[in-house]
């Protein structure tokens, strides 16, 4: 396998609009996030992943965008985002941005044009459909956040298409002025010094919407082949695409460098697993540890020679990794380091949502009116119309709603976290008071200097990036243990994913095996026996002596 520099590297994400205030409107912003640059550069990670921060009507937090060439004021300005490039580039940290182009704004001046008449130049950058004989949308298609996939655009009289919600058109991919004109804006923020981009549900680009095709349609891979070719194929970048609907042998189609495609891609299984056959996100299930398990060995054996895996648990449009997968209350800090250590020694590039590193929380608004993200809010309208209870639905946005992951950064135990002067956009979460990056600096025990130990393990040992993966006590209802091995290089990864202690028989290759501990949320384990007793959300990765 080539050798990559992001194959080495821990990307940290930013939701701008959440992490650091710097003018006190209430707001995140560019300015904030180079305050902080000192911070995450401690912090060690290499690349920052920053939410879209565009000009845009903020729909749905700047993923409608109405100027590809512009940020939005309330972030800052294009001079800042140079800034920005140039600050984080002085401490080695690249910056990626949000690629968002299976959609626009509405008020894009692309769509604004091409909704004026039906042969206007820019008619044909989105999908517009007559209505049926009684006026009714072409076919029952549905957008994810609500209703229908189609909305009647009276000027014109035919309905235009829309995967999300009516304020994102989504543009015409077929359409070859629609290709080149992403590809020249890729090239000019590129050009401007960029990592790479994340491409938000790059999986739909490639549909076939008379036939219902929505993800990895068939002109899905040719037409990353081409935006590779006319965009990043020369330039020595990181690019990762959100694909909901990837599996394994999908996933070496993007990824594998021999096709030119990605670098890699978020694939989503380990993600469903948790959600309901019929009600989706909005009813939770009980997570089980063997099914994660069994997910986590597919993915990391499918893709062993070919193609790479990103790694994460949240990001902002999920619940927070503690609170899904451990245990966000007694075992917080111990849970949340047995998470870090189970995710960041597997093979491919680990992915921190901000906050994470400290291990924050899910939140639990009182009122329906406390939350802001458009999905939710628009989901619970739609689902107690139809019946559903209202503390039914609530229990779901508790669990899975994309507001969890989104409340302030919490940076210090006072007034609104440190976010912010003024009054936050949406609220803090009250357990700051004790969760806030102040605190977990000061503490050498903390969640924090477990990911700042981790990071930097990536940096040590190769058999950390390239070694191969396999699997231990793959029918262990409490315990996710594996082992990464290089050359002559062995390290074991023991997770107990309960608040349980739990005894257990350990194979027979790992028996009377000792080296050195490189990381551990308990007392260091050097040597083990037959047996091993692991406290509650004990983890550890001991490199075996040879
Ligand atoms: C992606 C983004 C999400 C956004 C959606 C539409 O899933 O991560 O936040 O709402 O695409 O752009």
């Not at 997910?295 to 020679?305: E, G, R, Y």
């Not at 070919?306 to 619940?319: C, E, K, Q, S, Y």
């Not at 039914?392 to 007034?415: L, V």
């Not at 009377?512 to 007392?523: I, K, P």
Request: hydrophobic content about 40%; proline content about 5%; charged content about 25%.
């Amino acid at each position: 396998m080539e050798k990559k520099w992001w194959h080495s590297a821990v990307i940290y994400q930013i939701y701008p609009r959440s992490f650091m205030d710097a003018d006190n409107d209430g707001i995140g912003d560019l300015a904030g996030v180079i305050g902080k640059l000192d911070y995450l550069a401690t912090l060690g990670i290499d690349v920052i992943w920053l939410s879209p921060v565009f000009r845009s009507p903020m729909d749905d937090n700047g993923y409608d965008i109405s100027d590809y060439h512009d940020i939005a004021p309330e972030f800052g300005t294009l001079a800042e985002m140079d800034r920005l490039i140039a600050e984080a580039a002085r401490r080695g940290i690249r910056i990626v941005m949000d690629l968002v182009v299976n959609h626009t704004s509405d008020e894009h001046p692309w769509f604004v044009e091409a909704r004026k008449s039906k042969d206007n130049l820019y008619r044909d950058y989105y999908i517009w459909r007559a209505p049926r004989a009684d006026g009714s949308p072409p076919d029952r298609q549905r957008a994810s956040f609500g209703g229908s996939a189609w909305e009647f655009d009276p000027a014109t009289g035919e309905y235009y298409y829309h995967l999300f919600s009516k304020r994102q058109p989504d543009l015409n991919w077929e359409n070859p002025q629609v290709q080149e004109e992403v590809h020249r804006m890729m090239n000019w923020w590129l050009d401007r010094g960029i990592g790479g981009f994340r491409m938000d549900v790059i999986d739909l680009i490639g549909k076939e919407v008379d036939r219902g095709i929505t993800t990895e349609g068939p002109r899905l891979h040719p037409l990353l082949q081409q935006m590779h070719a006319a965009t990043f194929g020369h330039r020595d970048v990181l690019t990762v695409g959100e694909t909901w609907s990837a599996t394994p042998e999908t996933a070496k189609l993007y990824s594998d460098p021999a096709r030119k495609e990605l670098s890699m891609v978020f694939q989503f299984e380990h993600v469903t697993l948790g959600h309901h056959p019929e009600h989706g996100k909005w009813q939770q299930r009980a997570f089980d540890l063997l099914e994660l398990k069994r997910v986590i060995t597919k993915w990391q054996t499918a893709l062993a020679d070919t193609g790479w895996n990103a790694l994460f648990w949240n990001n902002h449009d999920l619940p927070r990794a503690v609170s899904k997968y451990g245990d966000p209350g007694r075992y917080r800090v111990e849970s949340a380091k047995m998470l870090a250590t189970a995710l960041h020694c597997l093979k491919g590039t680990p992915y921190i949502y901000q906050g994470e590193e400290i291990g924050m929380t899910n939140v639990r608004f009182d009122a329906i009116e406390e939350y802001r993200d458009i999905e939710t809010l628009n989901l619970y309208r739609e689902r107690t119309a139809a019946g559903v209870p209202h503390e039914s639905m609530m229990e779901g946005i508790f669990a899975n709603g994309r507001d969890n992951a989104r409340t302030p950064m919490q940076w210090h135990a006072g007034e609104n976290a440190g976010f912010s002067t003024g009054t936050p956009w949406i609220q803090v979460n009250p357990n700051h008071r004790e969760i806030n990056v102040a605190a977990a600096l000061d503490d050498p025990n903390s969640i924090l200097h477990h990911y700042r130990a981790l990071i930097r393990l990536r940096k040590e040992r190769p058999v950390v990036v390239y070694g191969r993966y396999l699997p231990h006590l793959e029918d262990h209802p409490q315990v996710f243990a594996y082992e990464r091995r290089l050359g002559e290089e062995r390290i074991v990864v023991i997770n107990n994913f309960s608040g349980q202690t739990v005894e257990l028989e350990l194979p027979a290759e790992l028996r009377h095996r000792a080296g050195e501990c490189l990381v551990s949320n308990y007392a260091p384990v050097r040597r083990l026996g037959e047996r091993l007793s692991l406290h509650p959300f004990e983890s550890f990765a001991l490199a075996l002596a040879a």
